[in-house]
């Protein structure tokens, strides 16, 4: 997962913004929740005319798994979920079903499960109607336009999801958060980790070898052969790589110092 800078100062076409407001505005006078979700489930199509413009700010990456095509197809998740929040159960965020800035790009097999699961941290307080500020809220799961959040997740050998923090309520976050969103529980995304992690190992074994040749002999080719093998590293650590964070985290844990050198 990389944090994803959204919305950066940029908002979606004109008359989509129009068609939300119209849409929240008939969701704030509607006078119950049975009203409410038949407004949102009538509606649901608003949201997927965005998906392109989403996909922009990921590099058309899935915003949670980093994956292009094997977490299946594209969804538009709510993370504050629209029409009820389970554990404990309780009312949706239903004034936020066409705010753009309530969505989040997410394959479909992460969206499955996560549904509209959303809990809080125990003793915090829950946003209830449109006065009150989310922001009071403590979410356990991780959100990946929260540059804070996206570090609490790592990789570990083979490219596992695993929280980068031992205990606590931040380990708590991230465990949950691998667990609801299947970041080890879909085969072809976890075998596309893995030969990440793989790759990268391949090619810090052929950099070693070649510098523990250079003790030897001075080698103009041996020099560009070991900035070609590192320039192809930090090219797989860059935003718009796939699964940059893999990259990232196997040369974070690499020993020695010339490996991190190599992130972007």
Not at 150 to 165: D, H, K, R
Not at 209 to 232: C, K
């Amino acid at each position: 997962m990389i944090h994803i800078k959204y919305p950066g100062g940029e908002a979606p076409p004109e008359n989509w913004l129009i068609q939300a407001k119209e849409l929240t505005d008939l969701l704030k006078q509607a006078p119950d929740k049975i009203t409410r979700d038949k407004i949102i489930d009538e509606n649901a199509a608003l949201w997927g005319e965005i998906k392109e413009w989403l996909a922009k700010f990921s590099y058309y990456k899935c915003w949670f798994s980093e994956a292009r095509d094997t977490y299946s197809h594209w969804q538009v998740e709510h993370f504050r979920p629209k029409k009820e929040a389970k554990q404990p159960n309780r009312d949706g965020y239903w004034w936020l079903s066409f705010d753009y800035l309530n969505y989040r790009l997410c394959g479909g097999v992460g969206n499955a499960k996560k549904g509209s699961f959303f809990p809080l941290r125990v003793g915090t307080p829950a946003a209830q109607c449109p006065e009150d500020n989310c922001d009071d809220e403590a979410p356990l799961l991780i959100d990946p336009t929260v540059e804070s959040d996206v570090i609490l997740l790592t990789f570990a050998e083979g490219g596992m999801a695993v929280p980068s923090e031992p205990d606590g309520w931040k380990h708590e976050r991230a465990k949950v958060s691998i667990d609801r969103y299947k970041l080890n529980d879909h085969p072809p995304l976890t075998r596309a980790r893995e030969q990440i992690w793989n790759t990268c190992q391949v090619e810090v074994g052929e950099i070693e070898t070649l510098m523990a040749q250079r003790e030897g002999r001075h080698s103009p080719s041996r020099e560009e052969a070991i900035r070609r093998i590192a320039r192809r590293l930090k090219e797989r650590t860059q935003p718009s790589a796939e699964f940059s964070s893999v990259a990232r985290s196997f040369l974070f844990q690499y020993p020695k110092m010339w490996a991190r050198n190599c992130i972007a």
